[in-house]
T-cell receptor, first 111, second 113 residues
Framework: SQQGEEDPQALSIQEGENATMNCSYK?????LQWYRQNSGRGLVHLIL?????REKHSGRLRVTLDTSKKSSSLLITASRAADTASYFC???????????FGQGTRLTINP | ETGVTQTPRHLVMGMTNKKSLKCEQH?????MYWYKQSAKKPLELMFV???????ENNSVPSRFSPECPNSSHLFLHLHTLQPEDSALYLC????????????FGNGTRLTVT
């Protein structure tokens, strides 16, 4: 399977703590994207990182990409209850025109 | 508001019914997608339209029939569905191909009885 795999599958932390989610993939990519999905809603795009980039920031979000290890991580700092959601990585593999999603990490922020 | 509107939000249909899902995007994007999201499975890409032309059919059964009359509207016509087709059906759009971020609608929750 080409899809990315998120780790952990579920994560529960206290409000204010940092949350780190990881994504691994198997073949070379054009870009990797992170999305958030609140229960029963559509996915919301968070960050896109290209294969020649190593790190990107957006507010409290920090994404890193290590193409040598074929992995990416999403860090959410100073978590809030509203960050409770499922987080998905999605990859566009070189030579493909499809965005392939992983199974996601279910993040719960406890007040 | 995401800029991508899907109707209906919920749909219950019998296996012999015919129904259609509708998606409209107000973002001026050129590409539109149908995804299926089932419990405990990754999102499955079903169809891709780029400038109204279908560019991807991910081995979807013929009981699902897409239609893209223009770059702002996308339909998914359903007929003779099976209970295992029950899922959340998500529409998305992007400026170009998948090298651009996708903007999703809130989906249609489909239950086949």
């Amino acid at each position: 399977s080409q899809q990315g795999e998120e780790d952990p599958q579920a994560l529960s932390i206290q409000e204010g703590e940092n949350a780190t989610m990881n994504c691994s993939y198997k073949t070379s990519i054009n870009n990797l994207q992170w999305y958030r999905q609140n229960s029963g809603r559509g996915l919301v795009h968070l960050i896109l990182i290209r294969s020649n980039e190593r790190e990107k920031h957006s507010g409290r979000l920090r994404v890193t990409l290590d193409t040598s290890k074929k992995s990416s991580s999403l860090l959410i700092t100073a978590s809030r209850a509203a960050d409770t959601a499922s987080y998905f990585c999605a990859t566009v593999f070189q030579g493909a025109q499809k965005l392939v999603f992983g199974q996601g990490t279910r993040l719960t922020i406890n007040p | 508001e995401t800029g991508v509107t899907q109707t209906p939000r919920h749909l219950v249909m019998g296996m012999t019914n015919k129904k259609s899902l509708k998606c409209e995007q107000h973002l001026g994007h050129n590409a539109m997608y149908w995804y299926k999201q089932s419990a405990k499975k990754p999102l499955e890409l079903m169809f891709v339209y780029n400038f109204k032309e279908q560019t991807e059919n991910n081995s979807v059964p013929s009981r699902f029939s897409p239609e893209c009359p223009n770059s702002s509207h996308l339909f998914l016509h359903l007929h003779t569905l099976q209970p295992e087709d029950s899922a959340l059906y998500l529409c998305a759009s992007s400026q170009e191909t998948v090298l651009s971020p996708l903007h999703f609608g809130n989906g249609t929750r489909l239950t086949v009885t």
